[in-house]
């Protein structure tokens, strides 16, 4: 199986998500979410990263950030990885690797697709039946968003600072935005950027970042190319 893709861009927000591995739980207690979000933050700052949304279930971890510097998210997980895994094997008296090897991220085009990665993210809890609605679970951004909780981890993106002039206009768009979810079609292709590591955007999105990456990330067309027939 070929090698997840690497992304080395500054200012490009990545979705992110890492699994426990072979879906083994990677969070059984409070003090487990509380510990990993504190490496987070410690994470996101030393290595120049903002986070804008994030979810931990008790098998995942799913981020939407932006790096400040090129590998700034490479080394945010593994410092993360690292940090957590040894707390979480020392406190449950365990060994080996907690989380899958490899991390799994999309580049997401902020320009259509960042707002609604935020949305997508924080209704996993609803989606994973955990809650009924995304502002009643503990350990994801939603209840930062929507002003339930101060959440001093956040560092929001333009796109989501342009849905109004102030704090409260802001979360009443978004609430709105929440309540309505995302239809499946987007969804789907939201989730299946992320696992596969592919680009979410628009062609020209796709284009430009082929041109910062010097290569091609778009899938080619399957099969030996066809041969031309000369005319008589």
């Keep these: 199986m070929p090698r997840r893709l690497r992304y080395f861009l500054s200012g490009i927000p990545q979705h992110v998500l890492q699994c426990g591995n072979n879906g083994q739980p990677a969070f059984f207690s409070e003090a487990d979410y509380r510990f990993y979000l504190a490496c987070l933050k410690d994470a996101a700052i030393t290595h120049a990263c903002d986070v804008h949304a994030y979810a931990l279930l008790s098998d ?4 939407l950030l932006t790096p400040r510097a090129a590998g700034g998210i490479s080394r945010l997980m593994q410092s993360l990885g690292s940090s957590y895994g040894q707390y979480f094997n020392t406190v449950h008296h365990r060994h080996g690797t907690l989380w899958e090897n490899r991390y799994r991220a999309s580049l997401v085009d902020p320009t259509n697709y960042v707002l609604c990665c935020y949305v997508y993210t924080e209704l996993r809890p609803v989606c994973a039946g955990l809650v009924c609605r995304p502002q009643e679970y503990p350990w994801s951004s939603c209840r930062g968003h929507v ?3 101060l959440d001093r981890l956040i560092i929001d993106h333009p796109c989501f ?7 409260t206009s802001r979360r009443t768009a978004y609430l709105k935005m929440l309540a309505h979810g995302l239809d499946a079609g987007l969804a789907e292709r939201i ?6 590591c592919r680009v979410l955007g628009e062609a020209r999105f796709e284009e430009e970042i082929e041109r910062l990456l010097a290569r091609r ?4 067309r399957r099969g030996r190319p066809r041969k031309e027939i000369a005319a008589d």
């Design 217 to 220: 990330i778009r899938p080619g």
């Design 147 to 149: 002003g339930i909780a």
């Design 191 to 196: 989730a299946r950027a992320m696992s596969c």
């Design 161 to 167: 600072r342009s849905l109004g002039n102030t704090e």
């Design 60 to 63: 995942q971890a799913q981020l």
